[in-house]
């Protein structure tokens, strides 16, 4: 998947326009990225077009532990959006991160996560590509 693929199937699922789901991808692989160990974050970037790579890079292993709520205001905040249209967003990033991924770099994520953030990565059947 490529950049403008990746940026075009967030924004359908979050029925946002172009410049709003770059903001969410943005906030969200950013916020994500705190969130997993440095090596989960650099094995999800490999996959990824080199353009949102950047947003995955960590300096540290450290993973910052926070529930969905605080996860979803940080998005919120980053993308300059309100709690809905960040929870929105955010399940759509996440859920085109699972198709751009390997099954196993998804398991890694996965193992990672809290169960209420991995939920966003398996929405119900939202339309396009849920």
């Known amino acids: 998947m490529n950049h403008a693929e990746f940026l075009e199937a967030v924004g359908k699922r979050a029925e946002m326009p172009p410049a709003e789901a770059t903001n969410v991808v943005a906030a969200t692989l950013t916020t994500l990225a705190e969130r997993v160990s440095g090596g989960e974050a650099r094995h999800l970037a490999a996959q990824l077009p080199e353009e949102l790579r950047g947003y ?6 450290f993973a910052e532990q926070l529930d969905l ?30 198709e751009a991924v390997s099954a196993e770099d998804l398991k890694g994520l996965e193992a990672e996560l809290p169960e209420d953030i991995r939920r966003l990565l398996h929405p119900l059947d939202r339309g396009i590509g849920a």
């Open 56 to 61: 995955l890079r960590k300096d540290v292993d």
């Open 69 to 98: 709520v605080e996860f979803l205001n940080e998005v919120g905040v980053r993308a300059g959006t309100d709690h809905d249209r960040a929870a929105e967003g955010a399940r759509a990033v996440l859920t085109t991160l699972r």
